[in-house]
């Protein structure tokens, strides 16, 4: 079993930057970590994702060129660098991490933190 802690959300102001963390614990070593998230009204989406190995990530089209994923397996890390936020950035983020490859589909995901509210003004 793996369990999932964020940290790091809170208010921002549009433009500025905001970086996400997301605790691993327990037995197992999960190999995809992915960031998701939930805006009000909406279902929640993928944000970006990160192989074992750190490889090349995936980013969805909304956050590419502002977001970086990162991790760091010695410190079961994972996190999620946010530059020039935008109001229709905030919503609720949610860790999430998978035994195989990168996907984008929520529902390939076995494990989820409780998420952190990330809320930005204009």
């Known amino acids: 079993q793996v369990q999932l802690a964020e940290s790091g959300g809170g208010l921002a102001q549009a433009g500025t930057s905001q970086r996400l963390s997301c605790a691993a614990s327990?037995?197992?070593?999960?190999?995809?970590m992915a960031w998701f998230r939930q805006a009000p009204g909406k279902e929640r989406e993928f944000v970006a994702s990160i192989s074992w190995s750190g490889g090349v990530p995936d980013y969805a089209d909304a956050v590419k060129g502002r977001f970086t994923i990162s991790r760091d397996n010695a410190k079961n890390m994972v996190y999620l660098q946010m530059n020039n936020l935008k109001p229709e950035d905030t919503a609720v983020y949610y860790c999430a991490g998978r035994y195989g490859s990168m996907i984008r589909e929520e529902f390939g995901y076995q494990y989820w933190g409780q998420g952190t509210q990330v809320t930005v003004s204009s």
């Open positions: 327990g037995n197992g070593r999960t190999s995809t």
